[in-house]
């Protein structure tokens, strides 16, 4: 393959030149943030090319959609071949290619269909009422979407259903026996109608690269390299497959043990540390340079790792390579608000008198919920921001049908609000919404009452199917107290009652990330306590949305960045702000009460090297009322585990600027 001439020598270190350079066989890079993993990834790739290896020879491997993305994008610029020349990109989308052109070999007919998460979960209720027709009426099983979580991460992890339940899933061990029947009908059910859903495109791969020899042995021969980034992050079935892949013991594996941020998916670390193991004759390179961040940052990001139990990662010490700077700073602020408004103010103060640019900010947090001041002052002061993951704070599914609940509690006219909520009823669909509405207003008509006052009486309820039945009736109940409080109490005080009815059950059953969503609608109960008036409340939020809405993301557009930590994985920023570091926060409520922080430790360590210059690391001293914690909050023991010379406190001046 003609390539550009490289100087290898000349743009890499002497520990990246070693590894990019290294004899054919099993290699493990095994390196801290920002030392150049991905680039020595990148470059072993041009170097196999300029050997004479094919791009058709070479398998990419890596995890996330943005990650594969990049690292092609990488290859590209280096050595001008383009990303369809090779066999490139995530885990699932090279499982189903794979499984596209040699899937008949276990059985699996060419022209399957995959289901999407929706479909997967409507596939497995069927298949369990089919075992058991009245599973889903009792209250106290999981719901669909909950029951598909706990058979996929066993699925991931490879484990019996029974360990994953008691270990990751205490709330199901009465029923667990039952698991694996159903998990029998829906694999049974999936393969009567040619689907597979996400899990078996990993599932299948591997089965394959077992039980088809001539198939893994035409793999073997195409791919003489295979090369996996954040090979940390992989699960055990992740890490048989490239193990398969790896017949000819080229692989090369790179990744930092100490940003193992996936387990909730089956992620497990412990595949880094055992693949010298599994790769007898491994070559392991060490880079300890760090080329992204000022020494401050990379000083600041070991003493995070410093209070890790000894013995169960490899121990790094990263070295900077670029000059001093100032220190992180850490930031007490009296609430949210507070916090929000400081770092509107430095943003503004960055890109006025350093002349950063806003693409070049992040803000990073550990859930979605502990941005929404921040979403609201930048909006309100019209600094363009862009969410990179998931979806604005207004426009969640979850917001969204709480909002509509309250907007239809305070104006019964408001069809949309109503349609949005009703459908969420069992055994009510668009039409039937309809029709009680109807029935609902001709008898509020006749007898002169209020429309909510007659959703429950005999006339409407009938519309109702009837085993539906005692889901409207708690509906309609919640519905009167939320209006009760509007009349009586403040707005916030009706969020308030909407979360603990009729909503808060129904989001119990739906969601088995549950908790998080409860803690965002309880943000909601915040935001609702600076108005007086439900009018103001929910005019605010009509608003915010279409201020905000039409800024969606455009990756060149000139807008601040804020993520989650776990989508920002690889990614690096002139500055950062990290937000929410108080206990219960960041490290969260739950993985504080599970005694196990360590995830959340090297979830810390990812986002304080994600920064290149500067880092802000903030929290606020009072958690706004109905948030997760309770009032008073303490920092982060991450930060308090830190030692002191290495950040220094910056204190908010309260209303002459800071
Ligand atoms: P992460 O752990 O966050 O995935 P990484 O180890 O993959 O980080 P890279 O993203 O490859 O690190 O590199 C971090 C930054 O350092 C990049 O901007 C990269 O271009 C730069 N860099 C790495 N090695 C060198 C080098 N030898 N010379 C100059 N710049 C380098
Ligand atoms: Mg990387």
């Known amino acids: 393959e003609q390539i550009p001439p490289i100087d290898f020598r000349a743009q890499l270190n002497d520990e990246q030149f070693a590894a990019v350079t290294a004899e054919p066989g099993p290699l493990l890079v095994l390196a801290g943030a920002g030392s150049g993993k991905t680039r020595t990834l990148t470059y072993r790739v041009a170097y196999l090319l300029s050997r004479g290896v094919k791009p058709g020879e070479i398998l990419l491997l890596t995890f996330t959609n943005k990650a594969a993305k990049e690292m092609l994008h990488r290859v590209q610029d280096l ?37 999407d998460a929706d479909e997967s979960e409507s596939l497995l209720k069927q298949a369990v009422e089919h075992e058991d027709k009245l599973f889903f009426k009792d209250k106290t099983n999981p719901r669909p979407g909950p029951l598909f979580d706990v058979l996929s991460l066993a699925r991931n992890t490879q484990q019996p259903l029974a360990d994953t339940v008691a270990k990751n899933f205490p709330q199901y061990t009465e029923i667990a026996h039952r698991f694996p029947a159903f998990a ?102 060490r880079i300890e340079t760090n080329y992204r961040s000022t020494p401050e940052i990379l000083n600041f990001a070991n003493g995070v790792l410093l209070a890790q139990p000894k013995g169960r990662h490899f121990d790094k010490e990263l070295r900077a390579a670029r000059g001093h700077a100032q220190k992180p700073f850490v930031v007490q602020a009296m609430d949210d608000r507070e916090q929000a408004e400081f770092i509107l103010k430095r943003i503004r103060a960055l890109v006025e008198d350093e002349g950063v640019s806003l693409n070049e900010v992040a803000i990073l947090y550990r859930s979605h919920f502990l941005a929404l001041e921040v979403q609201l002052a930048l909006s309100r002061a019209g600094v363009p921001y862009q969410i990179t993951s998931g979806v604005k704070f207004f426009e969640r599914q979850h917001i969204r049908d709480l909002v509509a609940l309250l907007r239809f ?91 603990e009815g009729w909503y808060g059950d129904y989001l119990k059953g739906q969601y088995a990330d549950y908790l998080d969503r409860l803690d965002e609608l309880k943000a909601l109960v915040g935001f609702a306590q600076r108005f007086e008036e439900t009018q103001d409340f929910l005019a ?39 937000i929410g570091l108080a206990d219960g926060q960041f490290p969260g409520r739950r993985s504080i009460e599970s005694g196990d922080v360590e995830e959340e430790r090297r979830l810390f ?13 903030s929290y606020p001293k009072v958690a706004t009322r109905g948030g997760p914690g309770g009032m008073l909050l303490t920092p982060s023991r991450f930060l308090l585990e830190v030692p002191t010379d290495l950040y220094e406190p910056l204190r908010i001046k309260r209303s002459y600027g800071w």
Not at 540 to 569: G, M, W, Y
């Open 79 to 115: 050595t001008g071949i383009e990303p369809q020349r090779f066999w490139g990109g995530t885990f699932h989308s090279l499982g189903h290619r794979a499984l596209r052109i040699y899937g008949d070999a276990i059985g699996l007919p060419k022209n399957f269909t995959i289901l």
């Open 184 to 285: 029998t009908a829906y694999a049974t059910r999936k393969r009567e109608q040619n689907v597979v859903d996400y899990d078996d495109l990993l599932e299948f791969w591997l089965e394959l690269l077992i039980k088809a020899p001539e198939v893994a042995q035409y793999f073997a021969h195409r791919f003489r390299h295979v090369l996996v980034d954040e090979y940390q992050d992989t699960n055990t079935l992740q890490a048989q497959i490239v193990d398969r892949l790896a017949a000819h013991h080229c692989v090369m594996a790179v990744g930092d043990d100490a940003q193992c941020i996936y387990s909730w998916r089956g992620a497990n670390f412990e595949n880094i540390m055992t693949f010298p193991d599994r790769h007898p004759g491994t070559a392991i390179h």
């Open 409 to 499: 509690v305070y104006n019964g006219a408001d069809t949309q609000a109503w349609q949005r909520i009703a459908v969420l009823l069992p055994k009510i669909g668009e039409k039937g919404a309809q029709k009680i509405y109807a029935a609902a207003v001709d008898h509020a008509r006749l007898t002169q009452k209020n429309l909510l006052d007659v959703l429950n009486t005999d006339d409407v309820r009938s519309k109702v199917a009837k085993d539906a039945r005692d889901d409207w009736a708690s509906f309609c109940a919640s519905l009167s107290e939320v209006a009760e409080k509007m009349q009586h109490a403040r707005p916030a005080d009706a969020v308030a009652t909407a979360i």
């Open 540 to 578: 605010q939020i009509v608003l915010l949305n279409s201020e905000t809405s039409d800024r969606h993301v455009d990756p060149e557009a000139e807008a601040v960045r804020l993520t989650t930590v776990h989508q920002a994985k690889g990614l690096e920023y002139d500055v950062v702000f990290v």
């Open 605 to 617: 360590y990812v986002a304080v090297t994600r920064a290149r210059n500067e880092l802000y690391l």
